[in-house]
């Protein structure tokens, strides 16, 4: 490839940079204004929420909290015994 090749290869890469970059700068301004970007889907109708509402956290006492885990200190104990027997 002679430089006069390479040349017109990179002024024609620069060219399709430059519009690339005048797209995105109108995406840019359009976000920032609010208004929709051509070929940008629209939603015909508004998220709705749901009519059920979300259940309640439930919440763990400090027994039962207590409970797990003296459940787990004997399952990795036993586990420990197992593994020592081996």
Known sequence: MSIQGAVAE???AIAELNKEIERLTKIRSSLFSGAPT???PKLSTPVQ???VPAKKKRTLSAEGRRNILE???RRWAAAKNEKAKK
Do not use: E, H, V
Request: glycine share 8%; aromatic share 0%.
């Open 10 to 12: 990179l002024d024609k």
């Open 38 to 40: 051509p070929g940008t």
């Open 49 to 51: 929420k749901s009519a």
């Open 71 to 73: 459940a787990n200190k």
